[in-house]
């Protein structure tokens, strides 16, 4: 079992920026590889970005390339989502995600264990 806690998210202004974090316990977070979604209201939950093992191997979601950057601490047991340029349009609940099986990280249904997401809000 391995419990996610998010934190990080708030309310910001266009062309901010917000560190959200994700803090894991549990088991061995270095096994697992990690994933961000996010979900709006009356939306799907969407992929935004996940990581491997280590920070060797990153992917995106292509509309967020380039504003937004993870990455990992596996001393500190806690992935990191650096968001920059917010827009109104990335207002939403933020979700970690762990995966221990293979897959491809771009889809929900690789992943083993969710956070309780954290809410961002992107004032225009």
């Known amino acids: 079992q391995v419990q996610l806690v998010e934190s990080g998210g708030g309310l910001v202004q266009t062309g901010g920026s917000l560190r959200l974090s994700c803090a894991a316990s549990g088991r061995t977070f270095s096994n697992y590889r990690m994933g961000w979604f996010r979900q709006a209201p009356g939306k799907e939950r969407e992929f935004v970005a996940a990581i491997g093992w280590s920070d060797d191997n990153t992917y995106y979601a292509d509309s967020l390339k380039g504003r937004f950057t993870i990455s990992r601490d596996n001393a500190k047991n806690t992935v990191y989502l650096q968001m920059n340029s917010l827009k109104p349009e990335d207002t939403a609940v933020y979700y970690c995600?762990?995966?221990?099986?293979?897959?491809?990280?771009?889809?929900?249904?690789?992943?083993?264990?969710w956070g309780q997401g954290t809410q961002v809000t992107v004032s225009s």
């Open positions: 995600a762990a995966a221990r099986r293979f897959g491809v990280l771009t889809t929900t249904k690789v992943y083993d264990y």
